[in-house]
């Protein structure tokens, strides 16, 4: 468990990143198709900024019981979530970091947020079936 400092990538990263690049634009569109239709089914999306990739799409609920609760419901519907912003501190590498150093944003942040599937092959029924479950909750 140490911090690392290897930044480049291989051969093997920049020849996938090279063949998606024609892909970008249009796989771009339907990620922020994904996010709209969320937002459309009156999920608490994150607010997302003008020429967004929209590679997450992060919904922020009113607590960490709430998010516990969904999350599990999802799951228990074999639809995988996560949490894109665990606080460096959590990790063991960070350990002897002091956890109370004033990032409550950051804490609250990441009790209340569920990052939500966006990957590309997502079809309308699969973002309704997410939908419906959440709404059923919050």
Known sequence: SMLGYKLEMNDIQAA???????????DNTIRK???????SAGLPMTYMSYGSSHHLAVM???????????MSLLNKNQIQTGCH??????YKMYNQCYRDNGCKNVEEFYQRCI??????????????KITTIINEVI
């Open 16 to 26: 996938i990143g090279l063949g998606q690049l024609p892909h970008l634009d249009a």
């Open 33 to 39: 198709g994904i996010y709209q239709a969320y937002r």
């Open 60 to 70: 922020l609920v009113e607590d960490r019981q709430q998010k516990e609760t969904i």
């Open 85 to 90: 912003y665990t606080p460096n501190y959590y």
């Open 115 to 128: 990052s939500l599937p966006c990957h590309l092959y997502l079809t309308n029924e699969d973002i309704d």
